[in-house]
């Protein structure tokens, strides 16, 4: 984390910047960030070689909230909680969870095991939002 991105986000406050988004997907060593939803292809088909990293949300996560607090944003949005037309799916071939940006998995008609009643189960990403703002003030 280095002083680039303290005056990245210094000058997304006069935007007033509310949202970030990571990807956390990657497909033979690179990583998708932004077009993560590109893993999609055209037959509902994920693309051969892409791989769940659930532990790139929380990297990304783990590297920017504290450069917002640093900078003084007072809260920030991540982008987004949920995708429900990108089910999870056990198959990896068809799991279009992995082209969202959610911090939970929506399910295609799989009971939550988590949340009773709920539709979606929590990403590693959920948890570490959890975890951050459970110690902000």
Do not use: N
């Not at 949300?57 to 987004?80: C, H, I, K, N």
Request: aromatic share 10%.
């Amino acid at each position: 984390m280095g002083t680039g991105r303290h005056a990245l986000v210094r000058q997304l406050l006069v935007a007033d910047r509310e949202e970030f988004l990571p990807g956390g997907l990657e497909q033979r060593g690179f990583q998708f960030g932004a077009a993560g939803f590109t893993v999609i292809e055209p037959d509902h088909t994920i693309r051969p070689g892409t791989v769940r990293d659930e532990g790139e949300q929380v990297r990304y996560m783990d590297e920017l909230l504290p450069v917002f607090e640093a900078e003084g944003v007072d809260s920030t949005f991540w982008f987004s909680f949920a995708c429900d037309v990108l089910p999870h799916r056990a198959d990896p071939r068809t799991d279009l969870d992995l082209g969202s940006f959610g911090i939970v998995k929506t399910l295609d008609g799989t009971p939550s095991q988590a949340y009773p009643g709920m539709p979606w189960e929590p990403k590693k990403a959920f948890h570490a939002l959890a975890r951050h703002y459970g110690k902000s003030p």
